[in-house]
């Protein structure tokens, strides 16, 4: 169907996996479920797969923990998506409690047995919460996260701390005061960020599922980058409480995975009002999955009537021509499904970046004044009070992150906050109006995640607009508080085996229901584009 | 206007995409056109540190500066819109959900505590305020 597309060589990338791994596939083929062949079909659920092998005792939940940290840790030296990672013992345990718990007929949770890898950024209690900064280098924050704690109540298991761009500022890791994330595509190339290292975790299959944050493309982009699906929510669909805040009106905690309904599962499960967070919604959670049709049971034009409008200022001049040609190719794949597909242009779309760039750097300039060394974070010893806030903050803060504070407070100062931070506050408006009007006459807008393919590590140099340019496809969408899903949907041609292009589909407030149904249907009837890197394909079904 | 004003401070080589760079003249030259147009001073850069609480070393002074100057002027296009009769968002539509105003006492203090960097109890421990003006 999409003859257009490249599709991934299967043989591996240069770097070879130890035999152990491959020794890992025999076994666990035999004990995962597998009903279909590997190189065709479209992703099944794992969260799903493994409820299933778990309560059938086909698989021990400590077995499946087991195999996939051999995975993560025969890869992480490769990709280093994870800034802590517990011993495997907190792990296994927990593993055990879930196996005693099934074994005793208990009820186990829609999480049960699922490793989960959670962004840096968001607090959890038994382990460091750095954000990717050197000022929190070592931090335990006293409390887990709402998205943290509803995840574990539902049984699922945090197989560690990923990687990021410090606080949330940039979009390649690059920024993370400890390491780069490598893409598990190409390790030469970058994952996207700043949620870089948990879109490559999701990727390798070092974990099942991951959580991200997504203030202007965060989730997005790398999961585009990284050819996993990413799900950013609707403002004030998951709590926030716990969420190192970056800009509070933009900021969004969003899921990964390797699949639709993985995504989905994950969402529902910490989606819902927090009393902790002011700005979480009271609409009610509703059961994402029960709207999901069966691949088998799909009529020959599952999407018949539903309109797509391609937005056109993300496939015209400055974006690649692999990426358009992608999406141009998944456009005529709704077309083939049923879909009526047109091009709809949004007015002042080429606004939305700059107002983004201007609320995000003031509200940062004032959320990231909290880290000044005094209750919490590495302290610099001083004499007086004014050098210890400027020295901790000197010496702990990464330069991104001082220029963007910077820029912020020049912003927001007397006498330019009309000119600056006020202005951009109505550009929202006119964005938000804009969207509203184009979901008016359409069900889902689409678009690409991001104007490129995955970037070479150091590619971006000291540029500073050309990275943020980049991020034109992803910041409207929060600007609006829309909810905006991201799914593989091709390739473009390069060494070793390809790199993928993610597809953005956007649709109106709370309405994650809709785009998870349409894109569970466009994943399961995409032929011949398997989303799995090679440096893990030995090891996966 | 040559184009070693319009790129000072940023080698043509360093961008990343040959049509990315099309987009961004165009920005950089809007920018500058509507940074002439208003009375906006630029930004002080050791000022600005001064008021962010940050203290920047002369180096990085001089690396910040052209850069937080060209995003600085790029935000000038938003100057030139017309913007008459808009109501600014604060945010997205949400519903006012604030709970009720009774206090509760947080049950880790213990691990509050344990992360302050220099702490004798009940206090935590700063030094000395200079008096400067």
């Known amino acids: ?541 | 206007m040559s184009s070693k004003v319009l790129f000072r401070g940023t080698p043509l080589t360093t961008l990343w995409n040959p049509k990315i760079q099309h987009k961004l003249l165009q920005f950089r030259r809007l920018s500058s056109k509507t940074t002439n147009c208003c009375s906006l001073q630029p930004p002080n850069v050791s000022h600005l540190a001064k008021t962010a609480h940050i203290s920047l070393t002369p180096t990085e002074v001089e690396e910040f500066g052209p850069k937080i100057q060209q995003v600085i002027g790029w935000f000038g296009q938003l100057q030139g819109v017309d913007l008459q009769r808009i109501e600014p968002s604060i945010r997205a539509d949400t519903e006012n959900n604030l709970r009720d105003n009774t206090p509760e006492t947080f049950d880790q203090r213990d691990a509050i505590i344990a992360s302050v960097p220099s702490y004798e109890e009940p206090y935590i421990k700063v030094p000395k305020v200079l008096n400067v003006d």
């Not at chain 1, 152990?20 to 479920?33: D, G, H, P, V, Y």
């Not at chain 1, 927990?94 to 950024?121: E, F, H, M, Y």
């Not at chain 1, 038994?126 to 280098?137: C, E, F, K, N």
């Open chain 1, 1 to 541: 169907m999409l003859s257009t597309l490249q599709t991934p060589r299967s043989s591996l990338s240069r770097f070879t996996l130890p035999s152990t791994i491959t020794t890992l596939a025999s076994n666990s083929q035999s004990t995962l479920t597998t009903t279909q062949s590997p190189t065709t079909s479209p992703p099944q659920s794992q969260i799903l797969s493994i409820r299933h092998s778990l309560l059938t005792r086909n698989l021990s939940a400590v077995d499946l923990a087991r195999s996939y940290l051999t995975r993560l840790r025969l890869t992480e030296p490769h990709l280093r998506s994870f800034l802590h990672i517990p011993d495997d013992q907190t792990i296994i345990s927990q593993a055990n409690d879930l196996d005693r718990r099934i074994a005793a007929g208990k009820d186990v949770g829609p999480l049960a047995g699922v490793l989960v890898a959670v962004k840096d950024n968001i607090c959890t209690a038994d382990m460091p919460s750095t954000g990717g900064s050197r000022i929190l280098q070592n931090y335990r924050p006293p409390f887990d996260a709402t998205a943290v704690k509803k995840l574990k109540e539902l049984g699922g298991i945090v197989v560690g701390k990923t990687n990021m761009d410090e606080f949330g500022m940039g979009s390649t890791t690059e920024a993370s005061a400890f390491q780069v994330t490598a893409n598990p595509w190409d390790v030469s190339r970058v994952p996207g960020g700043s949620s870089g290292g948990s879109a490559a975790a999701v990727s390798a299959r070092q974990c099942v599922v991951s959580l991200g944050s997504d203030t202007g493309g965060s989730v997005r982009q790398p999961a585009s980058f990284c050819g996993v699906v990413g799900l950013k929510p609707t403002y004030g669909r998951v709590s926030r409480f716990g969420l190192m805040a970056y800009a509070s009106s933009l900021d969004a905690i969003g899921c990964f995975g390797s699949s639709v309904a993985d995504t989905g599962i994950l969402l529902h499960a910490i989606a819902g009002h927090d009393r902790f967070d002011a700005t979480s919604s009271k609409q009610e959670v509703p059961n994402f999955l029960s709207h999901f049709d069966s691949a088998s049971s799909l009529e020959s034009k599952p999407l018949k009537g539903l309109r797509v409008g391609l937005i056109r200022e993300t496939i015209e001049d400055g974006v690649d021509a692999g990426v358009v040609s992608a999406i141009r190719a998944a456009a005529s794949h709704f077309e083939e499904l049923g879909c009526s597909v047109n091009e709809v242009s949004l007015p002042s779309f080429s606004l939305g970046l700059p107002a983004y760039y201007v609320l995000a750097l003031s509200e940062s300039s004032s959320n990231l004044s909290r880290y000044d060394g005094i209750r919490y974070g590495n302290q610099v010893h001083a004499d007086e009070l004014d050098s210890l806030y400027g020295d901790s903050r000197a010496k702990g803060l990464g330069s991104e992150v001082k220029m963007r504070i910077l820029m912020g407070t020049y912003a927001l100062s007397a006498g330019y906050y009309d000119a600056y931070y006020k202005r951009a506050q109505q550009v929202r408006t006119i964005i938000r109006n804009s969207f509203k009007e184009a979901l008016d006459q359409y069900d889902i807008l689409i678009s690409p995640a991001a104007p490129s393919v995955a970037y070479k590590i150091g590619e971006k140099k000291n540029d500073p607009l050309a990275m943020y340019a980049g991020d034109i496809m992803t910041v409207n969408v929060n600007l609006a508080g829309l909810p905006a899903l991201v799914l593989p949907c091709g390739f473009v041609d390069s060494e070793p085996a390809g790199l993928p292009v993610g597809l953005q589909m956007i649709g109106a407030a709370f309405d994650e229901g809709e785009l998870l149904r349409v894109g569970h249907i466009f994943e399961q009837t995409l032929e011949n584009c398997r989303f799995v890197p090679p440096l893990v394909a030995d090891s996966v079904e």
